[in-house]
Structures are given as C-alpha cells and as structure tokens.
C-alpha cells in the first residue's frame, strides 16, 4: 500500500515573513503624524470640518428656510446690513416673498466655495410652483448667495439674486 506524502509549509517561515512585514510597517508610519488639510484657497471647496463653513452653510440653510416659508422677519434677520443698504427694501422682500402665486416648495443647497477668508459661497436651486392661468407648474431656479462675516462676528447674507 502506498501512502501519500503531504507537503507542509513550515511554521517557521511563515512566522518569519509575519515578523518581517511588522517591522517594514511602522517604518513608514509616524506615531505623531496628525491629518494635514491645506488651507482652502480661492475657489476651492472647503474642508467640510471647518468651523466658518459650517457656520456659513448653516446660515445658507436658514436663509432658504424663510424663503420657503416666505418669512421676510426671518429672512431679513439674515441679510447683511451691506445688502440691505445696496438694494431698496421692496425688492429685497420680494426676492423673499415673491409673487402671490407662486408656492415655494423646496430648496437644495449645493456644496459652498471658500471665496475669502469669512466668505463663501453656495449654489442654490429654488422649486416654485406657479398656479392659476391654465394650469400648474413647477420650475427650479438656480441661484447663488453668498454668506460673510460681518464686523461683528454674526454670519449673514451678504449677496443674492435681487430681482
């Protein structure tokens, strides 16, 4: 009767390649190395754990909010007092408020731009449905605000579209 001869590795070698790979990998490996994000330059998306963008897009999300609520008190607690100075207040509540037909159903905001450093900058797109007339529409707008920090450290509104 013939046997059979199985071949075995030997656990020596195999423990002698594990040994191996632990001391080739910490030798590319600091202990003390920390994430290095470079800083966002003009018209780069930010790092999305940067406190200013955060609080920008914060802003962004709120000022969208009141627009589709049609909530000018809340709205114009988020325009920078630069805006309201560079358009007369009728149009800046109708950027808000909008025609008396027109439903504000949704908003989205798109990943924001460090423009400056205290300023970005989102794309939005804005759903109105439009009744009346011979039936019911809807259309998106696309748009673009811009949040700022103003001289006293708030965040707000500092350019949009203004019809």
């Given amino acids: 009767m013939r046997t059979r001869r199985t071949r075995h590795r030997p656990v ?10 632990c001391c080739l990998l910490p030798a590319g490996c600091k202990k003390d190395a920390t994430p290095t994000t ?15 963008y955060v609080q920008a897009l914060a802003v ?13 008190a809340a ?39 460090r423009l400056t450093a205290g300023r970005y900058a989102f ?4 759903h109105v449905r439009l009744s009346g007339g011979w039936e019911d529409r809807a ?7 811009v949040i700022a920090r103003d001289a006293s450290g708030k965040w707000k509104v500092d350019d949009l579209a203004v019809p």
Avoid: M
């Fill in 12 to 21: 020596g070698a195999a423990l002698a390649a594990a040994a191996v790979l």
């Fill in 38 to 52: 470079a800083p966002a330059d003009k018209g780069q998306t930010p790092d999305k754990t940067d406190a200013g």
């Fill in 60 to 72: 962004a999300n709120a000022y969208c909010r009141a627009w589709q609520k049609k909530d000018w």
């Fill in 75 to 113: 709205a114009k607690e988020l325009l920078s007092d630069a805006l309201q100075q560079r358009h007369p207040a009728e149009r800046l509540v109708n950027a808000v408020i909008g025609a008396p037909n027109h439903a504000h159903e949704a908003y989205e905001v798109s990943n924001g731009q």
């Fill in 123 to 126: 794309d939005v797109r804005l």
């Fill in 139 to 145: 259309e998106a707008r696309r748009e673009r605000i």
